[in-house]
């Protein structure tokens, strides 16, 4: 279960805080890494499908886009997951990356 904690922004300055909900214990790691396995697992199956189509008739395939939205899938991964790391602790630039990621 998650948690709410609020957490001052500066030291000594109980006038600015921000709050944040943090799980207790090892069920949220094993939640997430099994979110990030389904994730990887589509991504994958979704790489090979597109692959196996490349060679049938254009007019009756769309294995280009999907390679693209595949591509692009990877290029969001792979750049969003060390910044969601990086503003772990600056909640304005976490908030702003999560919110970004999600409409990318």
């Known amino acids: 279960p998650l948690k709410w904690q ?3 922004v500066k030291e000594g300055d ?3 805080t921000y709050g944040f909900c943090e799980s207790e214990g090892n069920a949220s ?3 997430i ?3 990030v396995l389904l994730d990887l697992s589509a991504l994958v199956l ?3 499908q597109a692959y196996r189509a490349r060679d049938m008739n254009d007019e009756l395939t ?3 886009w999907l ?3 595949c591509a692009s899938w990877v290029q969001v991964l792979a ?4 910044v969601i790391a990086l503003t772990r602790n600056q909640p304005v630039a976490s908030y702003f990356v999560r919110s970004a990621l999600v409409f990318l």
Do not use: K, Y
């Open 6 to 8: 609020r957490q001052p």
């Open 14 to 16: 109980p006038s600015s």
């Open 29 to 31: 790691t094993a939640f």
């Open 33 to 35: 890494t099994l979110l």
């Open 46 to 48: 979704a790489c090979v």
């Open 62 to 64: 769309e294995s280009r």
């Open 67 to 69: 390679g693209v939205a």
């Open 79 to 82: 750049i969003g997951a060390p």
